[in-house]
């Protein structure tokens, strides 16, 4: 028979406002649906009290365990040092901030005893947003599903995955991962369930404009290399005016009318210069993308960990 056991997977980055209360609720619903399970806090090295609350819930709580990392290593390295430490059959990834409905888990879980090993989160709503966030989430889906060949509309962080799957993404070597996408990559037997993306809790969101914009490029250029073939045909196209021109400036040369067109070899220098200063850009993007794999420094730092802090408080009696 298979582990029962439901591992709940919450990274958090100065959340110590959501922590008592996400323990609670998750707790009041899984009592109540009688499925036994663990939390599994991964404080993305808080600045403010997250892991003295963690640590707090898991000396009165056993089924409630915690890492802290030596410092923000970002949500990725935190969903991966969760999966890594669980001990269920199975885990469920969740926000900290209760906009992922905890009800939902429920759902995911039934499913897995039915014998899905992936289930998938998908957003109804995307819940309060800017009018600008949704455009650029929206433009970075778009792409993301056309370079992947999934479609990532609305898909999140949200999802459970059987012990076997997580085993499969923790074997990944690649050090940049995007765990959205992995999940969809590894295949087995998945579905879905649709949730409407509840209003955060407490605090605020730790993400900035700037983050989620450095955070769309790096998932971008870590899962497809086709922003590289786009450099070629930027090339030829280039190319082909460069015929289309030539052609224009013999003809007007043959026929004396040479002296003409220096705001046309302007233009052509600004449009060029620009293209080859991207097109070198995005080759440097690859090349530094190379680079942090071939270190191969581990994901994440952990300081302190619940479980062996309390087991050596209770030698030291
Ligand atoms: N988070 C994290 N490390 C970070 C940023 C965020 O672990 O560097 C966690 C955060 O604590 C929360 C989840 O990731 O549990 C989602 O973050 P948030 O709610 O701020 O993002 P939003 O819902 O606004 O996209
Ligand atoms: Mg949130």
Not at 29 to 34: A, C, L, N
Not at 45 to 53: H, L, N, P, V
Not at 273 to 280: D, E, H, T, V, W
Request: charged fraction near 25%; glycine fraction near 8%; hydrophobic fraction near 45%.
């Amino acid at each position: 028979m298979k582990n029962p056991l439901l591992s709940i997977v919450i990274p958090a980055f100065n959340e110590e406002e959501n922590i008592c209360n996400t323990a609670r609720v998750v707790e009041d619903i899984m009592v109540k649906e009688q499925i036994p399970y663990e939390i599994i806090f991964v404080s993305d090295g808080s600045r403010d009290a997250t892991f003295a609350k963690i640590l707090e819930l898991a000396k009165l709580d056993t089924r409630i365990r915690g890492l802290e990392f030596s410092r923000n290593f970002g949500k990725e390295s935190a969903i991966f040092a969760g999966l890594s430490a669980i001990r269920g059959g199975c885990a469920v990834v969740m926000d900290c901030d209760l906009q992922h409905p905890p009800k939902t888990i429920v759902e995911m879980y039934r499913k897995w005893e039915e014998g899905f090993e992936v289930v998938e989160g998908i957003k109804n709503t995307r819940g309060k947003e800017s009018p600008i966030r949704r455009f650029f989430a929206g433009l970075f889906y778009k792409t993301l599903s056309a370079l992947t060949g999934f479609d990532m509309e609305n898909t999140s962080d949200f999802k459970l995955l059987s012990k076997n799957v997580i085993q499969v993404l923790l074997d990944m070597p690649e050090r940049k991962t995007f765990f959205r996408a992995m999940s969809f990559w590894v295949g087995f037997r998945s579905c879905q369930v649709h949730y409407d993306v509840a209003d955060r809790a407490f605090g605020t969101t730790k993400w900035s404009f700037f983050k989620l914009m450095k955070y769309a490029i790096t998932n971008i250029m870590s899962y497809s290399t086709r922003p590289l073939s786009l450099i070629s045909y930027m090339g030829t196209a280039s190319i082909l005016v460069g015929v289309v021109l030539g052609v224009q400036t013999l003809v007007r040369w043959a026929s004396g009318k040479a002296l003409e067109g220096f705001t046309t070899v302007i233009l052509l220098l600004l449009l060029l210069g620009g293209g080859i200063m991207l097109a070198l850009g995005i080759l440097g993007g690859y090349v530094a993308a190379i680079y942090h794999e071939v270190k191969g420094r581990p994901r994440y730092v952990v300081r302190l960990d619940t479980d062996k802090l309390l087991t050596q408080g209770d030698s030291d009696e």
